[in-house]
C-alpha cells in the first residue's frame, strides 16, 4: 500500500525496516522521514522525572542560552512550545527580562516550571485571545507530534507571533548523516518518541505554507548530554523493549495505572542504561566526533523562521 508524504504529498518508500511491524519511510521528494505505522506513541509519568533528568534539562537550557541568545533581545516577549521543566525560558527570563511562558502539556512540567517561577500553561485558550509574541521556541517537540497534526503545530506557532516575529525550532535533522549510516541503530530514532524527521526541504514546505519565512536553516553537533550515540545501548532498547502496535497506541482509554507502569519500567533501566552510556563513550564516540567533522549534514537541525506580514 502507499503511503503519501505529509509534507508534499509524493510517494514515499521504505528507508528501513526497524522490526517486523515498524518501518522507517522517506520521501524523495523532500527529505521528510517517518515512521510506519506512525500511530504508536508512548506517555510518561511523574514519576519518570528524576535527578537526573532535571540535571539533564539544565545543561540543555545553558546550551540553547549560549547557541541562541543572540536571537532575542532584552525585555522582549517568549513563548514556548514544549519547555518542560521551563530552564530555557527562565534562562531567557533572569538573563534578558523577557516576559516568558512555558505551553507544556505534562503536569509535572507545568507544575516545576512554576516552582521555579515561570508562567505555564496546558492550554493556549488561557492566553488572552490578541496576546502574541515576539519569539516562540520549540527545542525537540515536533518530531513527537503526530504527522497528520503538524500542520495544526505550525500553524498555532505562526498564530501566536508577532507580524515579524521569529520562530526558533530545533529537531533531528532527516538528512543527518549517522541516520542514514546507522539506519535502526541510530539513537535519535528514539522508538516510540520520534515519530517523524524533518530536513532543509521538507521543512521550507510546511513552514512556508503557515506565513513562516525561514531565514536560517543549518545542522549542528548537539551537546553531549543530547549526543545520539551509535549503539549497543539501542539495540538492548529494542531487545527489551520490544514494543507491538497493540501495546502502545495514543487511545483514551489506556488506564493511570499502565501508564504510571510503563513509566516506572523505563526509569528502573534508566540506570542500567546510563552506565552502559559512560561505557559506550570511551569506545564509540571519538569515532562519532570524527564522523561528525567531516559530515556536511550533523544531528541537529536548527531553523530560524520569520512571521509574514
Same mark, same amino acid.
Given at each position: 500500500?502507499?503511503?503519501? #508524504?505529509?509534507? #508534499?504529498? =509524493?510517494?514515499?518508500?521504505?528507508?528501513?525496516?526497524?522490526?517486523?511491524?515498524?518501518?522507517? %519511510?522517506?520521501?524523495?521528494? #523532500?527529505?521528510?522521514?517517518?515512521?510506519? $505505522?506512525?500511530?504508536?506513541?508512548?506517555?510518561?509519568?511523574?514519576?519518570?522525572?528524576?535527578?537526573?533528568?532535571?540535571?539533564?534539562?539544565?545543561?540543555?537550557?545553558?546550551?540553547?542560552?549560549?547557541?541562541? =541568545?543572540?536571537?532575542?533581545?532584552?525585555?522582549?516577549?517568549?513563548?514556548?512550545?514544549?519547555?518542560?521543566?521551563?530552564?530555557?525560558?527562565?534562562?531567557?527570563?533572569?538573563?534578558?527580562?523577557?516576559?516568558?511562558?512555558?505551553?507544556?502539556?505534562?503536569?509535572?512540567? *507545568?507544575?516545576?516550571?512554576?516552582?521555579?517561577?515561570?508562567?505555564?500553561?496546558?492550554?493556549?485558550?488561557?492566553?488572552?485571545?490578541?496576546?502574541?509574541?515576539?519569539?516562540?521556541?520549540?527545542?525537540?517537540?515536533?518530531?513527537?507530534?503526530? !504527522?497528520?497534526?503538524?500542520?495544526?503545530?505550525?500553524?498555532?506557532?505562526?498564530?501566536?507571533?508577532?507580524?515579524?516575529?521569529?520562530?526558533?525550532?530545533? !529537531?533531528?535533522?532527516?538528512?543527518?548523516?549517522?541516520?542514514?549510516?546507522?539506519?535502526?541503530?541510530?539513537?535519535?530514532?528514539?522508538? $516510540?518518541?520520534?515519530?517523524?524527521?524533518?530536513?532543509?526541504?521538507?521543512?521550507?514546505?510546511?513552514?512556508?505554507?503557515?506565513?513562516?519565512?525561514?531565514?536560517?536553516?543549518?545542522?549542528?553537533? $548537539?551537546?553531549?548530554?543530547?549526543? $545520539?550515540?551509535?549503539?549497543?545501548?539501542? =539495540?538492548? *532498547?529494542?531487545?527489551?523493549?520490544?514494543?507491538?502496535?497493540?501495546?502502545?497506541?495514543?487511545?483514551?482509554?489506556?488506564?493511570? !495505572?499502565?501508564?504510571?507502569?510503563?513509566?516506572?519500567?523505563?526509569?528502573?533501566?534508566?540506570?542500567?542504561?546510563?552506565? %552502559?552510556?559512560?561505557?559506550?563513550?570511551?569506545?564509540?564516540?571519538?569515532?562519532?566526533?570524527?564522523?561528525?567533522?567531516?559530515?556536511?549534514?550533523?544531528?541537529?537541525?536548527?531553523?530560524?523562521?520569520?512571521?509574514?506580514?
Amino acid at each position: 500500500m502507499r503511503v503519501k #508524504c505529509n509534507i #508534499c504529498d =509524493s510517494d514515499m518508500e521504505e528507508l528501513f525496516r526497524y522490526n517486523r511491524e515498524i518501518s522507517f %519511510l522517506r520521501c524523495n521528494r #523532500c527529505d521528510f522521514i517517518k515512521r510506519n $505505522p506512525d500511530s504508536l506513541m508512548i506517555d510518561y509519568g511523574s514519576d519518570y522525572v528524576d535527578a537526573d533528568f532535571k540535571k539533564k534539562s539544565i545543561r540543555l537550557a545553558d546550551d540553547y542560552y549560549k547557541r541562541l =541568545s543572540h536571537y532575542f533581545r532584552a525585555n522582549c516577549s517568549v513563548l514556548e512550545f514544549g519547555g518542560s521543566l521551563g530552564y530555557f525560558v527562565k534562562k531567557l527570563q533572569d538573563n534578558l527580562h523577557c516576559d516568558v511562558v512555558n505551553y507544556e502539556l505534562s503536569d509535572f512540567g *507545568r507544575n516545576y516550571s512554576r516552582k521555579i517561577g515561570i508562567k505555564a500553561i496546558a492550554n493556549l485558550d488561557e492566553l488572552p485571545e490578541d496576546k502574541k509574541f515576539d519569539i516562540i521556541v520549540s527545542m525537540h517537540v515536533i518530531e513527537h507530534v503526530s !504527522t497528520d497534526a503538524l500542520d495544526d503545530f505550525v500553524e498555532s506557532m505562526s498564530e501566536k507571533l508577532t507580524h515579524g516575529g521569529l520562530l526558533i525550532v530545533r !529537531t533531528p535533522n532527516s538528512n543527518a548523516l549517522k541516520l542514514h549510516l546507522f539506519k535502526k541503530y541510530y539513537a535519535w530514532l528514539a522508538f $516510540p518518541e520520534h515519530i517523524s524527521f524533518l530536513g532543509e526541504k521538507s521543512a521550507n514546505q510546511l513552514f512556508g505554507r503557515h506565513k513562516l519565512k525561514i531565514l536560517e536553516i543549518f545542522s549542528e553537533k $548537539p551537546h553531549l548530554v543530547h549526543y $545520539p550515540s551509535f549503539s549497543l545501548i539501542g =539495540s538492548l *532498547r529494542k531487545l527489551i523493549f520490544k514494543f507491538t502496535v497493540s501495546e502502545i497506541t495514543n487511545a483514551s482509554d489506556d488506564t493511570e !495505572t499502565k501508564e504510571g507502569f510503563k513509566s516506572r519500567i523505563i526509569h528502573y533501566f534508566k540506570d542500567f542504561f546510563r552506565l %552502559l552510556v559512560s561505557i559506550e563513550s570511551k569506545l564509540y564516540l571519538p569515532f562519532l566526533f570524527i564522523v561528525d567533522y567531516f559530515s556536511n549534514e550533523k544531528d541537529e537541525l536548527v531553523i530560524i523562521a520569520k512571521k509574514d506580514a
